[in-house]
Structure formats: structure tokens, C-alpha cells
């Protein structure tokens, strides 16, 4: 059933994308976007995931409820395995009830296998679903982030419920858009750390810039994770 679930989803997905555009100055119930991002190397909440990449995405959104639907992904370029093509696959479905609130869901998905054959959240499954909150305050913006599923267990082989909160602040420096970015684990945690955190710990400080130049939207980011005392650098670009 919930492979039947998944495919229906899917498919939806794409059927609603085909859609006719409304009528001038009437407003769309539904909008379609879909991008990718180039980037140097993948760092995801102060880690170091994988070198250069190519991140696709597209998103659904049913404008007058507030609910969107999207899916994400990552493939490392020349990476030489048989998962080259895809190393991640993600799930996301939103709710805005206001602008500035979002309540979802993810499904990441670690490509080892097949997505559908290995549609299971068990404690050895490549699923895992984390439960996403976020207020934009304006000057401030915060995400809470908690694990529910899949292989997120602590030392003692309890659910771990890992979680990530996350904290932006945008500001304009000339023009360059920038974002001030701190991370931290509030508990311990072993699913978004490499091994086991075995308590508070702030992971991810980082500056992201963007600029467009020649209608082509550029960022540079430079990330320090205190808990791993990795620095790195990320330069993509936006399609």
C-alpha cells in the first residue's frame, strides 16, 4: 500500500506540473517550480557529505491551503560507485496555515538501493522521516528539525530523536544578499553528526552570499563545525 502511495504521489506531481496556466491577474491555485543547484561540495549542517554535486528539485504548492509537496536530490559528479547517479532522494510535504509558519515533514532517502524496495523506516532502513517547524520572525528565522524514524539510535540503542535547530538572519551588504547561519544539537544525537553526539553541541556556523551576475544567481558560503573543527567553502550556482 504505501508503495502504491508513494508512485500515486509521484505521478501527481507531474500531472499537476502539465496543468494550463490561469488567465492573467487571476490567481493560480496551483504553481509548479522546479531548479538545481551546482555546488563545489555538499555540506549539510556542518558536514561534509560529498564533493561536487548537482541538487535538482521541484515543488508543488496548492496555493489557497498553504500545502506544498516536493522532491530533492543529490548526485555527486564522477563519483566512481554504482550509486553515481543519485546518492540522495528526498520527500518534502509542507504546510504554510500563515506565511511565515511552516509545519512538514521529509522523507531522506540514502540511495543504497532501490526507493520503492526500500520503502521501510526500521532501525536498518536508508528512510528516515523528521518532523520540520519553522517561524520566520523577519530579522530572525528558526527551524526545529526531529528525527522519528529509521536508523537513529544512541549508544545505548534508544531512539535517539535526533534534532537540529536552526537559526538565519538575513541582511544586505551593498548588493549581496547575505545570511548569517547557526546550527546546534540541542541533545545527543547520531544522525546528524558523524558518530555519536553525546550532548549539546553547536555544529554549523556559517555566511552565505548570493549575487546574481548576468541574470545567473551565484552564492559563496563559508561553514565552520566547533564540533568537528571542519571548515569549508562552497561555491554553486542556481538554475
Known amino acids: 500500500m504505501k508503495k502504491c502511495l508513494c508512485v500515486a504521489a509521484l505521478s501527481a506531481m507531474f500531472m499537476i506540473s502539465a496543468m494550463p496556466v490561469m488567465a492573467e491577474g487571476e490567481e493560480e491555485s496551483v504553481s509548479f517550480e522546479v531548479g538545481a543547484d551546482v555546488v563545489s561540495a555538499y555540506i549539510w549542517r556542518g558536514q561534509d557529505f560529498k564533493g561536487f554535486s548537482v541538487q535538482p528539485s521541484a515543488t508543488v504548492t496548492f496555493n489557497k491551503p498553504g500545502i506544498s509537496f516536493g522532491v530533492w536530490g543529490s548526485a555527486e559528479l564522477f563519483q566512481m560507485s554504482q550509486f553515481a547517479n543519485m546518492s540522495e ?139 568537528s573543527e571542519g571548515t569549508y567553502f562552497v561555491f554553486g550556482v542556481s538554475f
Open 89 to 227: 532522494f528526498d520527500l518534502l510535504l509542507s504546510w504554510s496555515p500563515v506565511d511565515a509558519l511552516s509545519i512538514g515533514v521529509t522523507d531522506y532517502h540514502f540511495c543504497v538501493g532501490s526507493y520503492i524496495r526500500d520503502w521501510d523506516f526500521s532501525a536498518t532502513s536508508v528512510h528516515n522521516l523528521e518532523a520540520n517547524l519553522s517561524y520566520d520572525f523577519g530579522p530572525l528565522a528558526i527551524a526545529w528539525n526531529t528525527v522519528l524514524t529509521g536508523f537513529d539510535y544512541n549508544a545505548k540503542g534508544k531512539r535517539a530523536y535526533s534534532t537540529y535547530v536552526e537559526v538565519t538572519a538575513p541582511f544586505t551588504l551593498g548588493d549581496v544578499e547575505c545570511t548569517g547561519i547557526v546550527g546546534l544539537l540541542p541533545w545527543e544525537d547520531c544522525f546528524t553528526t558523524a558518530g555519536y553526539n553525546t550532548g549539546f553541541n553547536v555544529c554549523n556556523l556559517s555566511l552565505k552570499a548570493e549575487k546574481k551576475v548576468k541574470d545567473i544567481p551565484l552564492f559563496g558560503q563559508i561553514i565552520y563545525n566547533p564540533q
